[in-house]
């Protein structure tokens, strides 16, 4: 039962490597080196499946490599097999990093794969502009809001420090951070805020969030005041 079943995982991780290998649109890696993305399917960092990591990682890579003219079949490449490494950390002492740059050296990589792979945590020099985009690319799919245990919480705590730092400004009644923490929407007590108020508050909360949060792209600041009629009928 053992020799059936150790024979049916082989199986199964050959046909996970083939299968990345095929939907990412990368050839001719030695077998050694698809068997090793394919064990990277029964491998997790900080809940996120590496796997499906290398294949994010590949597709941005890729997509940056063609924007600015680079060699997207390179870039695509490097970053598919980045982290195949991290197959061999249980078994053999090291970063993944450098374990993957000598796996490219041994079973026949150009030097420009090789060192963009090992070098996406800066443990040997980057000597390509494809090395930098395998780098930004590993850390856009590592980093984005969900992908990790860790980012998770991390995210939560942005979003109440967003809503807290609006939540500090005379006037404010309630904050919501929405839009996955691109937009902060502020509702304001139409008494104590006047609209020329309104636009400085907006003004002032965004200076603050430059100054105190750390957060990707922009973030949009609404200050929603309502204006209210009333009478009585007697």
Aim: aromatic share 4%; with cysteine; hydrophobic share 40%.
């Amino acid at each position: 039962m053992v020799e059936k079943v150790t024979k049916e995982m082989d199986q199964n991780i050959k046909e996970w490597g083939d299968e990345a290998c095929l939907e990412s649109d990368v050839h001719g890696l030695h077998p050694e080196i698809v068997k090793l993305m394919g064990r990277l399917k029964y491998r997790t960092s900080y809940g996120q499946n590496v796997l499906r990591h290398s294949q994010e990682v590949c597709y941005l890579t890729g997509i940056m490599a063609a924007e600015i003219g680079e060699d997207v079949q390179a870039a695509r490449r490097a970053g598919l097999i980045h982290d195949m490494g991290k197959a061999l950390t249980h078994e053999v002492e090291g970063s993944h990093a450098l374990l993957a740059y000598d796996i490219c050296k041994k079973h026949g990589e150009s030097e420009l794969v090789a060192n963009a792979v090992g070098a996406h945590h800066n443990e040997i020099p980057q000597n390509s502009v494809i090395a930098v985009l395998v780098q930004a690319a590993d850390a856009l799919s590592a980093a984005r809001p969900g992908a990790r245990r860790e980012m998770v919480d991390t995210y939560i705590k942005r979003l109440k420090q967003l809503e807290e730092i609006a939540n500090d400004f005379d006037g404010v009644e309630k904050t919501f951070a929405i839009q996955a923490g691109r937009e902060v929407r502020i509702v304001v007590c139409p008494t104590d805020i006047n609209d020329a108020q309104a636009q400085q508050l907006a003004r002032d909360v965004a200076r603050k969030i430059e100054s105190d949060v750390t957060y990707p792209g922009q973030i949009k600041i609404t200050v929603v005041r309502e204006t209210r009629a009333t009478d009585t009928a007697k």
